[in-house]
């Protein structure tokens, strides 16, 4: 095993990539007197939402993930962000070094209503470390572990990944339908000259409120 240290310095999102990826740059540590060739960590990303606070308005949106706040006690646990793998490069005592985390806008899945309900305040992540490393030594180049109780913790402002998705999705969001569901909106835009889907989905919700609104007499 080699003793290294692992510490998240900060954030950010890519602003040139193919899809929404977030850069996560770290500092790594290691004994003053060893040389690293080289290694390759493997790094798993966590949130632990229980370590913040919610708006009323964060704890609605919240309950299609969690449930009910009366319920989180049992029900809110550590939500997997992303395993990711990098190339350790070569150091003596410290280096700083870069994840590339990519990332989904899908609400279907429970990560991705998260992000979506937060309106501010920070995103308690936590780092999981993991690898192998190449040393140094008199004898040659030696293969050592990197600890499995490596970690690190940071806070990430939750507008980082607002921007993050306004930078590749302005002002938009993800939503999966069915393929009968889709070719029926389809239909329905062409059939009422709506010039987009959301244009679409926006007045059949109007529609609705509207009948809502005025129920008919009995």
């Known amino acids: 095993m080699l003793e290294l240290d692992f510490t998240c310095l900060d954030v950010q999102a890519q602003r040139w990539a193919a899809a929404p990826t977030l850069r ?8 003053a007197d060893v040389r690293v060739h080289a290694g390759v960590l493997t790094c798993q990303l ?11 308005a964060e704890a609605q949106k919240l309950a299609c993930v969690f449930g009910e706040p009366s319920r989180w006690a049992a029900s809110m646990q550590q939500l997997q962000f992303a395993t990711v ?10 280096t700083e070094m ?3 985390v990519p990332c989904s806008y899908d609400l279907e899945v429970g990560l991705g209503k998260f992000f979506h309900a937060l309106s501010g305040g920070d995103v308690p992540l936590t780092l999981l470390f993991s690898g192998t490393v190449f040393v140094a030594t008199a004898a040659g180049v030696q293969v050592a572990r990197v600890p499995w109780d490596r970690e690190a913790n940071h806070r990430m402002p939750a507008a980082i990944w607002r921007d993050l998705m306004d ?5 938009s969001a993800w939503i999966r339908l069915r393929r009968d569901t889709t070719d029926a909106l389809l239909r329905y835009q062409a059939r009422h000259a709506v010039p987009s889907a959301d244009a679409a ?7 609705r409120q509207e009948e809502a609104a005025c129920p008919v007499p009995r």
Request: proline share 9%; charged share 25%; net charge negative.
């Open 98 to 100: 870069e994840l590339l």
């Open 85 to 94: 793998t990098a190339m350790l490069p070569g150091f003596t005592a410290r």
């Open 201 to 207: 989905l926006a007045g059949l919700l109007a529609d």
């Open 46 to 56: 966590r949130i632990d939402p229980r370590a913040r606070d919610y708006t009323d």
């Open 167 to 171: 930078l590749y999705f302005p002002d």
């Open 24 to 31: 996560v740059r770290l500092g790594v540590t290691g004994p």
